[in-house]
T-cell receptor
Framework: TQLLEQSPQFLSIQEGENLTVYCNSS?????LQWYRQEPGEGPVLLVT?????EVKKLKRLTFQFGDARKDSSLHITAAQPGDTGLYLC????????????FGKGTKLSVIP | NAGVMQNPRHLVRRRGQEARLRCSPM?????VYWYRQLPEEGLKFMVY????????ESGMPKERFSAEFPKEGPSILRIQQVVRGDSAAYFC??????????????FGSGTQLSVL
């Protein structure tokens, strides 16, 4: 059973389009992180969200943590080919814990 | 400012051989974590180490797998008598000495282990 479900699994869009990917769980997380991973490389941290309802912006990327801290979304505005990659969400289950529980990721392809 | 260094990048072993994966954390980082990524699966936590101490190895298989982080030198993940199911990408991450809720983990580029 996957604790963090990410959807969609695959997404292919044209350059300039907007998109949203989701990370859902039935468990409550004390914090949640989003990573981007490119083929043959390790994940690179994009953002950490901690408070329920929190919204963080990173240029064209907007991250939201659900009010109940069970889900999160990543919205990309005007996608560019450089946004192509595997987007992973990862949560920490308990305060003070260090184990990250990862979703399987959303594989995004942005076509020029 | 070197990041987390893992070597080798690719490792091929035959069934029954031993695999040794190395990880040098970022400068100033004393916490090391190992994660495994199986094909089409998310990354799974294996073990958390500080210098000379294993803090949490709850994600490690009970047999054939061991990890260490000596006072000097890199962290080593050792897999004895490898089987085909051990084929995966193994990632190491490091973090600074002080743990917090917003802790930033820095991942290495991984070692791709292939067992023939």
């Amino acid at each position: 059973t996957q604790l963090l479900e990410q959807s969609p699994q695959f997404l292919s869009i044209q350059e300039g389009e907007n998109l949203t990917v989701y990370c859902n769980s039935s468990s409550v997380f004390s914090s949640l992180q989003w990573y981007r991973q490119e083929p043959g490389e390790g994940p690179v941290l994009l953002v950490t969200v901690v408070t329920g309802g929190e919204v963080k912006k990173l240029k064209r990327l907007t991250f939201q943590f659900g009010d109940a801290r069970k889900d999160s979304s990543l919205h990309i505005t005007a996608a560019q080919p450089g946004d192509t990659g595997l987007y992973l969400c990862a949560g920490v289950l308990g305060a003070g814990s260090y184990q990250l529980t990862f979703g399987k990721g959303t594989k995004l392809s942005v076509i020029p | 400012n070197a990041g987390v260094m893992q070597n080798p990048r690719h490792l091929v072993r035959r069934r029954g051989q031993e695999a040794r994966l190395r990880c040098s954390p970022m400068k100033g980082h004393s916490h090391v974590y190992w994660y495994r990524q199986l094909p089409e699966e998310g990354l799974k936590f294996m073990v958390y180490l500080q210098k000379e101490n294993i803090i949490d190895e709850s994600g490690m298989p009970k047999e054939r797998f061991s990890a260490e982080f000596p006072k000097e030198g890199p962290s080593i993940l050792r897999i004895q008598q490898v089987v085909r199911g051990d084929s995966a990408a193994y990632f190491c991450a490091s973090s600074p000495p002080v743990r917090g809720q917003n802790e930033k983990l820095f991942f290495g580029s991984g070692t791709q282990l292939s067992v023939l």
